[in-house]
């Protein structure tokens, strides 16, 4: 049986503690060297068009009369913040956000312990079987389900007709409250996949032993979920929730596609598009993305800072 001296005196203990601060430093050093080159394309690839949108925002250019650009300073994202058609894009978008991360949050943390706890013979089923909503193009998943809902060609209609408020003439593209129903559901239906992979990733994480000493003093299922099970996995919980919410704010395809922003369904991403591409506007469309961008830094740093996850002490470093 061998054993580890434990340094007793002062000068031994600094040396130990300098010798680990050699190697996280190495370490870190070997981390910058093998993700520095992929960081710095994807900082130019991201900062480019950014940079770009904002030079834009701050001119009156509409593309089918180049010749009348005119430099307005910040007068775009005057336009664009005293119009109600701005502060309206903003609450849907926030509204669909808000329901669809809450939903995936609570689905894909079960999904998570699912999977967790599986016999290990039926994981790989198991996992693949729910990870497949995930693995389908958002695109071919928005037409599949205005195609199950629309009331000429979806079976929706004629399959829950028996229960209340469902008929063969319901409409569900014809009002608001139907029309953002489809598209949150269809957002839940293919992004909670994903949010329980991460949070799997997160349960695999906390340490078994701290579960047992939790069963052997008595702790039942509950408490042990509050009191060890959430706590360790915070940091996944944190990701997670961040990636969804950032993903859900920038949603696109699925109103695109249902609805293309009819019935007061439109998103801050479409009116960019509308703004840009269909009216050609391309100051106020450069606008409008600029502060779509401030409202994701915005909310990056609201979530670190309400979780206050130290990612670096999660992994062990410190």
Same mark, same amino acid.
């Given at each position: 049986m061998t054993t580890t001296r434990v340094p007793d005196s002062a000068a031994e203990q600094e040396a130990v503690a300098a010798a680990l601060s050699d190697r996280a430093r190495a370490e870190r050093r070997l981390g910058w060297w093998l993700a520095g080159p992929a960081f710095v394309v994807m900082l130019l690839v991201t900062a480019y068009p950014i940079v770009q949108a904002f030079y834009d925002s701050l001119f009156q250019f509409r593309l089918t009369d180049p010749d009348a650009r005119e430099f307005n300073w910040l007068g775009n994202y005057w336009v664009v913040?005293?119009?109600?058609?701005?502060?309206?894009? *903003?609450?849907? !978008?926030?509204?669909? !956000?808000?329901?669809?991360?809450?939903?995936?949050? *609570?689905?894909?943390?079960?999904?998570?312990?699912?999977?967790?706890r599986a016999l290990r013979t039926l994981r790989p089923v198991l996992r693949t079987a729910i990870l497949v909503p995930y693995a389908i193009i958002t695109v071919v998943s928005a037409f599949a389900w205005f195609y199950a809902f629309d009331i000429s060609t979806g079976f929706v209609n004629s399959? @829950?007709?028996? &229960?209340?408020?469902?008929?063969?003439?319901?409409?569900?593209? %014809?009002?608001?409250?139907?029309?953002? !129903?489809?598209?949150?559901?269809?957002?839940?239906?293919?992004?909670?996949?994903?949010?329980?992979? &991460?949070?799997?990733? %997160?349960?695999?994480?906390?340490?078994?032993?701290?579960?047992?000493?939790?069963?052997?003093?008595?702790?039942?299922?509950?408490q042990r979920m509050y009191k060890v099970t959430i706590p360790n996995m915070k940091a996944a919980i944190m990701v997670a929730l961040l990636f969804r919410t950032l993903d859900a704010f920038r949603i696109f395809?699925?109103? @695109?596609?249902? !609805?293309?922003?009819?019935?007061?369904?439109?998103?801050?991403?479409?009116?960019?598009?509308?703004?840009?591409?269909?009216?050609?506007?391309?100051?106020?469309g450069s606008a409008v993305s600029v502060l779509l961008f401030l409202c994701v830094v915005l909310i990056s740093f609201t979530f670190i800072k309400l979780f206050k996850v130290d990612l670096a002490s999660a992994r062990g470093e410190r």
């Open positions: 913040l005293t119009d109600s058609v701005w502060w309206q894009a *903003v609450g849907v !978008t926030v509204l669909i !956000t808000a329901i669809t991360v809450a939903v995936e949050a *609570v689905l894909g943390f079960a999904l998570a312990l699912v999977m967790h399959w @829950f007709d028996w &229960l209340p408020g469902i008929g063969a003439d319901t409409n569900w593209f %014809g009002e608001f409250s139907t029309s953002v !129903t489809v598209i949150i559901a269809s957002e839940i239906w293919k992004t909670t996949p994903f949010i329980s992979l &991460l949070l799997l990733a %997160g349960l695999a994480q906390v340490p078994e032993d701290l579960q047992e000493a939790a069963k052997v003093d008595g702790a039942t299922w509950w395809d699925n109103v @695109f596609i249902m !609805t293309q922003g009819s019935n007061n369904t439109e998103v801050v991403s479409f009116l960019a598009y509308r703004q840009t591409i269909s009216r050609l506007e391309i100051g106020l």
